[in-house]
């Protein structure tokens, strides 16, 4: 099952290009017309306002579901059965149907927090930096997903959502 068309063209056979995500098909069902393949999800779904069952990772799990029951009655005898499912989620952006789930007051914050760090891998460090001194994810801000980094409050709500 395939969910974003974003990265088609970067990373899928020439042949195969003009194939649209299987995540497209769901959200026209549901009266939801998908973002074009030059807008990655992430930059999309914040402002879409999408209900839990409309989502990513609400689509991937009907359908891992949906095959696991049937798949003692398929077509596949008695092969073994090995899936592989990857959930976006929890990923930026953090705007999703569960925003209300949990009070941003009551998410703690440990020792290390908005702590730089410094043993950490030359990536983790500057992306400590990045977001420590505000910076925002950029396919996400594209869609609307803005999130304060630089105080606890700001992150108390990141965490929340």
């Given at each position: ?116 760090p410094e043993s950490g891998s030359l990536v983790n460090r500057l992306r400590a930096d990045y977001y420590m001194n505000g910076g925002l994810n950029p396919l996400g801000a594209a869609g609307g997903d803005f999130h304060d980094t630089t105080t ?10």
């Amino acid at each position: 099952m395939s969910v974003e068309d974003f990265h088609r063209p970067l990373y899928t056979k020439r042949e195969y290009r003009h194939v649209e995500a299987d995540y497209n098909t769901h959200l026209r069902k549901h009266g939801i017309e998908p973002p074009s393949w030059k807008i990655s999800y992430e930059g999309w779904v914040a402002g879409a306002n999408l209900p839990e069952e409309i989502t990513q990772a609400g689509f991937l799990g009907e359908s891992a579901s949906e095959f696991i029951r049937e798949y003692p009655s398929g077509n596949y005898g008695n092969q073994p059965l090995l899936m592989y499912l990857n959930f976006f989620e929890p990923h930026p952006p953090y705007t999703g149907p569960f925003n209300d789930l949990y009070d941003p007051e009551t998410m703690p914050v440990g020792p290390a927090f908005l702590q730089r760090p410094e043993s950490g891998s030359l990536v983790n460090r500057l992306r400590a930096d990045y977001y420590m001194n505000g910076g925002l994810n950029p396919l996400g801000a594209a869609g609307g997903d803005f999130h304060d980094t630089t105080t606890e409050a700001g992150w108390q709500k990141l965490r929340a959502q």
